[in-house]
């Protein structure tokens, strides 16, 4: 041998080392985890843990997440704490997680934790927490499921299925085979229903629920009422089963009675939303009734006491001649208050419309409705009738000649300083009003149409008085007669208003003091 060979290891190191290798493959292999580290582990209370072992795969949806570490029965309960060390991949897992122990394969006895994690807004679970038994649930074995079905189930389970092959028999299951096709519209109105029952608005699901709980713990509080139902349904059923070739034809008459009734019922839909807007205009009224009746219960107390037989004696006897007159005056009122109704009627339909319409004048617009407008000329007339009272005894009277002339009849002519533009409202073409229909009711008829097209002005003349000193006497002629003949008419009545000639200046108006 050369001196520079290099020595290899020992044999018994060797076989040292190819131990431990073995040993950390073995453990690995049957433990499938890493040793000296520290694992997630949870713990679940089970009400039952017969049926788990160690090692006992640990599944989230099917996928293994980690297994079974330990089985710990609890003294004095029927219960168990199993103790599951979870990999990282099968995190997190929240405190409102649900764990149930489900078998692998039926009839096998193997058997695993299946873990339902939780919903994300939970808190997380923690490393070493414990679930608690409501959150925990055992498998159903099959001598369970035989011992819930005592005889009377297990026979009425042998009826149904004997029912089943007898109706699967024969041309039952080639109908059951032709009734294929029809299942896809019925699953699609399903569908449709289903998606109904969620509501129109938010909240109509949980209000569905929340009362649909109610019903189910009222129906839970009536057992015997329900299993009465129950009975009196089979009663029904055989009354059917009876009865099948009847019903057959009926059903075959089921569609053209649909078709027929489609338009009713979308009639019907449509009549809905003005159904919910009465109840809800009709809630406070219903809410307001409560207290409205137990108002009226004193008084129903006192009427009672009123018809009692000794008080209905005496009240008998006053009504007596008092009965006869009201029913004449009931029957004579009759044709009164059918002329109130249609007066009525007339206010509502013809007159109160027409007085909230405004007068369309483009010469003089009205500022406001006809009810509003139609008041306005009354303060000048109130203002005309005080002219003399103890106000005062002095009037102002303008005695004004206008630039323009139009005719007023034969002689006579109306005075104005600026020309007529038209005349509003127009005088009836055949200047006849028009007819009164006292045959035609009036709350059938149209309200008063205030807009008019003004006809032309009648034709008028321009006076234009000239500046000469002939005009200018003319003109003091004139007044001159005008003051003597007021005058006299002043002195006839024996009044003492007092007429001047003299025009009107600052200093008289400062005079008259209080006077209007």
């Given amino acids: 041998m050369r001196r520079n060979q290099r020595k290899g290891l020992p044999n018994f190191t060797v076989g040292i080392l190819v131990l431990a290798f073995l040993a950390a493959a073995t453990y690995l292999g049957f433990t499938k985890s890493i040793p000296f580290r520290h694992h997630y582990t949870i713990e679940a209370v089970f ?6 072992r160690p090692g006992s795969p640990v599944r989230i949806a099917g996928v293994d997440i980690g297994k079974v570490s330990g089985v710990e029965h609890l003294s004095g309960a029927q219960a168990a704490v199993v103790q599951m060390r979870i990999d990282t991949k099968g995190l997190p897992i929240h405190k409102d997680a649900r764990v149930k122990i489900r078998p692998r394969i039926f009839l096998e006895g193997n058997f695993f934790v299946d873990i339902n994690p939780g919903s994300p807004s939970a808190p997380v679970l923690g490393d070493g927490d414990r679930l608690p038994i409501n959150q925990a649930s ?4 099959l001598d369970q499921v035989l011992t819930a079905l005592q005889s009377d189930t297990r026979k009425d389970l042998r009826g149904l299925l004997r029912e089943l092959a007898s109706g699967l028999s024969g041309a039952g299951a080639r109908g059951y085979n032709a009734s294929i096709p029809y299942w896809e519209p019925a699953y699609r109105d399903s569908a449709i229903v289903n998606d109904a029952l969620r509501g129109q608005v938010q909240g109509d699901l ?4 929340k009362n649909a709980g109610a019903t189910a713990q009222a129906l839970d509080r009536n057992s015997v009422q329900l299993k009465s139902l129950i009975t009196d349904f089979n009663t029904t059923a055989h009354a059917f089963a009876v ?3 009847a019903l057959s034809d009926a059903v075959g008459e089921l569609p053209r009675t649909l078709r027929a009734g489609q338009p009713a019922l979308d009639q019907l839909n449509a009549a809905f939303p003005s159904v919910r807007r009465l109840v809800v205009a009709a809630r406070p009224a219903v809410r307001s009734s409560g207290p409205a009746l137990d108002a009226a219960v004193p008084l ?3 009427v009672r006491g009123l018809v009692s037989p000794p008080e209905l004696r005496g009240l ?3 009504l007596r001649p008092t009965v006869p007159a009201l029913t004449r005056l009931n029957q004579e009122t009759v044709p009164l ?3 109130v109704r249609s007066a009525s009627s007339c206010q509502n339909e013809v007159i109160l419309p027409w007085s909230q319409d405004k007068i369309q004048d483009k010469t003089f617009p009205a500022t406001g409705r006809v009810f509003e407008e139609a008041a306005k000329p009354l303060p000048g007339l109130a203002g005309e009738s005080r002219s003399g009272d103890a106000n005062g005894q002095w009037f102002r009277v303008l005695v004004s000649g206008g630039n323009y002339a139009y005719p007023l009849g034969t002689d006579k002519f109306f005075l104005t300083n600026f020309p007529l533009e038209g005349a509003n409202p127009p005088v009836p073409k055949d200047h006849a009003r028009t007819p009164l229909r006292p045959d035609v009711p009036c709350e059938t008829q149209q309200p008063p149409d205030l807009r008019t097209v003004p006809s032309p002005a009648p034709e008028g003349y321009q006076a234009r008085v000239p500046n000469t000193p002939q005009a200018k006497a003319a003109q003091a002629k004139a007044l ?3 003051v003597d003949f007021l005058r006299h008419q002043i002195k006839v009545t024996g009044s003492n208003l007092k007429v001047t000639d003299q025009p009107l200046s600052l200093d008289a108006v400062k005079s008259l003091g209080g006077a209007k």
């Fill in 47 to 52: 009400p039952s843990a017969n049926n788990i």
């Fill in 243 to 245: 009865r099948d070739t």
């Fill in 206 to 209: 949980a209000g569905y629920i």
């Fill in 138 to 141: 055992g498998p159903v074995q």
């Fill in 300 to 302: 129903a107390r006192e």
């Fill in 316 to 318: 008998t006897a006053d």
């Fill in 337 to 339: 208050y059918g002329q």
């Fill in 480 to 482: 001159q007669e005008t």
